[in-house]
């Protein structure tokens, strides 16, 4: 393959990959809203359908109303504002969500598609082959505390600093667990390939939350708290924060904000079903092998997007059933329990690895051993309960 | 107040057991109550098409009508009574020499403003001849603040529209006269 054709390729792919993204990112919106209000015994938005007609089509039309009034609002910025951080902040905000996306397997690969683009399978990722993946999927996702704290300064607010410090304090210690969790998996894997670790998981069968749990309930857990989702959204905050660092915001800026908030969430979705749920594999379904066929291709795709898709459903029905945290337990889950079994489970994952790494078959031994430490933590946690504080008035008697 | 006012009283906070702290039964049991409501049958009615089941329409506070008696004459006998108990003052009465031999007074125009009124139901009360009564027709919809004031012919329309559906809510469709209602007390 020549360089003009990798670029050609890549850029495709990145078509393909942004639009869908974002048009995702908004019919998901739609289901949230739908989730919200069937929890709620309310309907939900079922009437938007086709213009000038009377076709309804369950109300998927709203998530084109809803951008199209967004474009058409009056883009408002207060006097008080510095202008250019306001505006640099929710741009990197969305180009850090969405770039995450460019090391994010989606499937595996694609046959060849003719003699024009090479005899390779195409893989389904814009920049295949990157040694550093997860690494850069960090990099990117932890420059958001910059859109947010940026937004947060430039509003001028005092609500919105608030909000944006608050945002800057729990992204900062949750940053840590979710690399602890991922560590495991890395240790276990040997790579840093998102698509190297679905083939792990693919090649034993075992998926990662089967043989590190604790690192499954770790990562899930800092994942929430990274997405900014409830019962962590301690940034926005809408009963004491008036929406924290995105109050001063309108019209398109907002809808930038509110876009990469959710393609945060759907990152850590596919972050999970890749690392933890095992990516493209289903048993008996989507065998690991290399060669594949355009019908197995299509399976593998449509795996991984379920898998997503029920993780996505977790994260909005978490969202309905738990109130918010208090800004002190949330730091003390972050600090107290979260990273010590972090990093527990990374040391768990090492010495079980070395003990087993000469047996044969199934990892019986460290299956049971990885469970048993995820009880012994847990009921340890909920023993010694750090997050539990006591701040009613003492009372002298 | 202090903290340590004699008339507040600190409750302790029930102690937790080890399965609460665990977190685990709480998790479970709040995502079962969510995923239940989830699939439960929804609430909502869906207005225009459908409409929603008024429990009892004789003692719902809708739009105004005017009742007519047996003879299809206006039932009002223009006492200004429901004007004067109006707390929105949305009714006006102009009276005249009524040209029926029963009653002294009748209305020759009666108006309610339906966007001043605040549909409590006080005129309802006030009339002594049952004459103004509220129907439950709640989805009152105009295009200009002139067509939302009622005279009249209007109000007593309302009444031909909705009397079979509502029937009158006094037990004798008779007029009395105001001097006899008050003679009985």
């Known amino acids: 393959m020549t360089i003009e054709h990798v670029t050609v390729e890549a850029l495709i792919k990145i078509v393909i990959l942004a639009s869908g993204v974002l048009a995702g990112a908004a019919w998901l919106v739609l289901v949230e809203r739908w989730m919200a209000a069937w929890i709620q015994m309310r309907r939900g938005p079922n009437r938007v359908g086709i213009p000038w007609t009377n076709i309804r089509l369950f109300g998927l039309g709203q998530p084109v109303a809803d951008g199209l009034k967004f474009i058409f609002k009056e883009e408002f910025d207060p006097a008080h504002v510095s202008r250019g951080i306001y505006t640099l902040a929710p741009i990197i905000m969305l180009v850090a969500a969405l770039g995450v996306f460019a090391v994010v397997p989606f499937g595996s690969m694609i046959p060849s598609l003719g003699h024009w683009m090479g005899t390779e399978p195409i893989d389904l990722m814009i920049a295949p082959g990157i040694d550093v993946g997860i690494i850069y999927v960090f990099a990117l996702s932890s420059l958001a505390v910059y859109g947010v704290i940026l937004g947060g300064w430039a509003s001028n607010n005092k609500y919105s600093l608030l909000g944006g410090l608050r945002s800057s ?17 890395v240790l ?7 698509d190297a670790i679905i083939h792990a998981q693919a090649t034993t069968g075992w998926w990662f939350v089967f043989t590190q749990p604790l690192g499954f309930v770790v990562f899930v857990v800092a994942a929430f708290a990274e997405a900014g989702r409830l019962p962590f959204d301690l940034p926005e905050c809408e009963q004491e924060l008036v929406e924290g660092y995105h109050t001063e915001y309108s019209g398109m800026k907002l809808m930038l904000f509110l876009t990469a908030e959710f393609i945060h969430m ?3 979705s596919v972050l999970i079903a890749i690392l933890f749920l095992g990516g493209w ?3 008996g379904m989507t065998p690991p092998e290399q060669e594949i066929g355009w019908g197995e291709a299509i399976l593998r795709v449509a795996v991984l997007f379920i898998k997503t898709f029920g993780v996505v459903l977790f994260f909005m029905l978490v969202r309905w059933t738990w109130p918010r945290f208090r800004y002190d337990q949330l730091m003390a889950l972050g600090w107290k329990v979260m990273i010590p079994l972090g990093i527990l489970n990374l040391v768990a994952v ?5 003990i087993s790494r000469d047996q044969y078959g199934m990892p019986w031994g460290s299956l049971v051993a990885s469970w048993g430490l995820l009880m012994a933590s847990w009921l340890a946690v909920a023993w010694v309960a750090p997050a539990t504080t006591d701040n009613r008035p003492e009372t002298t008697d | 107040m202090k903290p340590d006012h004699p008339d507040i009283q600190i409750l302790e906070e029930p102690e937790l057991g080890l399965a609460e702290r665990m977190y685990l039964p709480l998790f479970v049991d709040g995502l079962t109550t969510t995923a239940k409501y989830l699939v439960r049958p ?8 459908e409409h929603p089941e008024i429990g009892n329409p004789l ?3 809708g739009v105004h009508r005017l009742n007519r008696d047996e003879q299809g004459r206006v039932k009002c006998v223009a006492c200004f009574l429901c004007a004067t108990a109006c707390p929105a003052r949305c009714i006006d009465i102009v009276a005249a020499p009524s040209p029926w031999p029963d009653r002294d007074k009748y209305p020759e125009s009666f108006t309610i403003d339906e966007l001043r009124c605040i549909y409590c139901g006080m005129c309802e009360e006030a009339c002594p001849v049952d004459a103004i009564e509220l129907t439950s027709l709640f989805d009152l919809t105009g295009r200009s603040r002139e067509e939302m004031i009622f005279d009249k012919e209007k109000l007593l329309s309302v009444y031909d529209k909705t009397k079979d559906s509502e ?7 008779s007029t009395l006269r105001v001097e006899d209602r008050l003679e009985r007390g």
């Open chain 1, 350 to 354: 090492a010495v079980l690895g070395e």
């Open chain 2, 167 to 173: 029937p009158m809510k006094s037990a004798s469709h």
């Open chain 1, 281 to 283: 594999h289903v048993w």
């Open chain 1, 188 to 194: 276990a894997t040997g790579s840093l390939r998102l």
């Open chain 1, 169 to 185: 304090a729990q992204l900062i210690a949750y940053e840590l667990p979710l690399g602890l969790g991922i560590l495991g998996v």
């Open chain 2, 42 to 49: 929804k609430v909502t009615t869906q207005f225009p098409e």
């Open chain 1, 266 to 268: 759907m990152t850590a």
């Open chain 2, 59 to 61: 003692i719902y506070r």
